[in-house]
């Protein structure tokens, strides 16, 4: 009975939402890594984004007039709900929150790399993953190169990622070293200080090592930069060269 109306429910959220799809075992795989490909490149765009912002508002913050002193203790106000912030302890924070959205991108970004592994003969088929990434990010827009490109500059651009991300924990350590060493270090300090740590090693281990050695190497066999597609091929005008979204 109970298997009787399971089915009937099922049958009937179908009907008003159409298949009820959770996973790839429910649909065809390659239909399935292409949604979790696109999923994956626009939770890299978001989380990009909210890198940079956090960034730019940890360094404006620090290079506010006595950013540490007692004055500022009460010195942020959280829109709408009409909270105020320590800034010290705000400023406390930004180590750790940095090196948290590191690990974030990095992980959408190995998804991004599984997903094309898994669409590995589609993506050769289509001369690369291009086609399948419709969420390109503000990063691959600006470094974007084509097979037209001149070959240093897409090697050059190839370790944009590494980069943006290896910059975003230096200034993360940079503010952990300058908070450290302030004569009054804001309250709770010494938690953040191991969170930061905590969080900041890690980042540093899968950026350096999971991402630039990897980088460096396959740049080495020139496995980053592939010949043009024909037009044929494409289905238009030649499409780029540089496989730069991804891992490796």
Known sequence: MGGYFARGFCAELSRLHGPYVVGPDAMDP??????????????????????????LFYAALWYQPAPMAAEQSHGLAVPVIDLRLSAP??????????????????????????????LGKEIQSAGGSERFDVHPNALDLAVYTTAESPRWAASILYFTYPLVLIAALAEAAWLWWRIQNQPSPPPGWLLFGVVGVL????AVYVVVVGMLFQRIKKARSGGHLKPPISAKDAGGSDESCLTNKGTA
């Open 89 to 118: 302890v705000v400023l406390a924070s930004g180590p750790s929150v940095i090196a948290l959205l590191v690990l974030i991108v990095m992980g959408a970004l190995r998804a991004f790399s599984v997903a094309q592994w898994h």
């Open 30 to 55: 390659d239909r399935y890594w292409i949604q979790r490909l696109q999923a994956t490149g626009q939770a890299q765009a978001r989380y990009l984004w909210v890198l940079f912002l956090s960034g």
């Open 199 to 202: 969080l900041w090693a890690p």
